[in-house]
């Protein structure tokens, strides 16, 4: 399966962005689609995630209530809405899918990456 992230940019503290990730390849094949973000110097970690099955998506602590994740009916496309952004939201934003049964929110899980889309918040 392949990932294309996009709809990274700058924006102000406050604002808004939705990044966007499309998924091509072997689409008929569950999985499981997660968010994550590196800064300049620290680890990557996670941000959000939607399972292939059900609707409750699971979110890291410093985004919740802040961030929003959905699927379209198609589960081709996955999005991330990005509210009162932080400075500290400025990363490099990548989605990646995995299929196992292991924890949605386990980075080492996930077997296929997108390229990553910046996203950079100004103060």
């Known amino acids: 399966v392949q990932l294309q992230a996009s709809g990274g940019g700058v924006v102000q503290t406050g604002g808004s962005l939705r990044l966007a990730c499309a998924v091509s390849g072997r689409t008929f094949q569950a999985y499981d689609l997660g968010w994550f973000r590196q800064a300049p110097g620290k680890e990557r970690e996670f941000v959000a995630a939607?399972?292939?099955?059900?609707?409750?998506?699971r979110y890291g602590d410093s985004v919740m209530g802040r961030f929003a994740v959905s699927r379209n009916s198609d589960k081709d496309t996955v999005w991330l809405q990005m509210n009162n952004l932080k400075p500290e939201d400025t990363a490099v934003y990548y989605c990646a899918a995995k299929t196992d049964s292991s924890p949605i929110t386990r980075i080492s899980a996930y077997t296929e990456w997108g390229q990553g889309t910046l996203v950079t918040v100004s103060s």
């Open positions: 939607m399972p292939w099955r059900g609707d409750r998506p």
